[in-house]
């Protein structure tokens, strides 16, 4: 298994500011994805960050937006950029070794409330 | 592109119930099927992996079930508990994992 920690737990943020989330796990993984959930909404996937290689973002989510880091195999961070209102949301980190077979697991997540 | 819906979307029973939570996906193209709960303020804990070579997967008063050709899985929660109140997420991963909205579960005393 794999704990997950996240840092801050929850902030509130002026809009127009940007605020950078870090994940940190007690074992070297290679694979960490990052999840954003909105408001009564089901989580939905922002992009997947390899260590050495750049994050693959998914459909509706740009890289200038969500700058991902994944500077080694136990740390990543993404940054929410030039926030608005709707990026208030829950964001998560995850990992697993193995997407096909392995269990993933997540961290507490980071509450963003932006005004 | 895969959906998932679970059913109920929102139960509240008395403790001591034997429950069942449904959740169909519309890709069976899977390679296994992950059943979270989700409490409030807090992340995502994972209760069972069905591969998709398996029928099943049980953990203490957990067991659940997968039906890959027909796109279901079902979580049985025997003797519920007041513990047991959070959300329910079943989870199917084809090359990522797709999340429906869940079951939200309320047991009382």
């Known amino acids: 298994s794999a704990v997950i920690s996240q840092k801050p737990s929850r902030d509130i943020c002026q809009r127009g500011t940007s605020l950078t989330i870090q994940c940190q796990v007690d074992?070297?993984?290679?694979?960490m994805f990052w999840y954003r959930q909105q408001p009564g909404q089901s989580l939905t996937l922002i992009a997947t960050?390899?260590?050495?290689?750049?994050?693959?973002?998914e459909s509706g989510f740009v890289i200038d937006k969500f700058p991902i880091s994944r500077p080694n195999l136990t740390f990543s961070t993404l940054t929410v950029s030039n926030m608005s209102p709707e990026d208030s949301s829950i964001y998560l980190c995850?990992?697993?070794?193995?997407?096909?077979?392995?269990?993933?697991?997540f961290g507490p997540g980071t509450r963003l409330t932006v005004l | 592109k895969q959906e998932v819906t679970q059913i109920p979307a929102a139960l509240s029973v008395p403790e001591g119930e034997n429950l069942v939570l449904n959740c169909s996906f519309t890709?069976?193209?899977?390679?296994?099927l992950q059943w979270f709960r989700q409490d409030p303020g807090k992340g995502l804990t994972s209760l069972l992996l069905?591969?998709?070579?398996?029928r099943e997967q049980t953990s203490g008063r957990l067991n659940a079930s997968l039906d890959k050709s027909s796109g279901r899985s079902t979580l049985y929660i025997a003797a519920s508990q007041p513990g047991d109140s959070a959300t329910y997420l079943c989870?199917?991963?084809?090359?990522?994992?797709?999340f429906g909205t869940g079951t939200r579960l309320q047991v009382f005393p």
């Open positions: 890709d069976s193209a899977i390679y296994n």
């Open positions: 074992s070297q993984v290679t694979m």
């Open positions: 069905i591969q998709s070579s398996q």
């Open positions: 995850s990992v697993g070794e193995n997407l096909s077979t392995d269990t993933q697991y």
């Open positions: 960050a390899n260590q050495g290689s750049e994050a693959t973002y």
């Open positions: 989870v199917p991963n084809t090359d990522k994992l797709i």
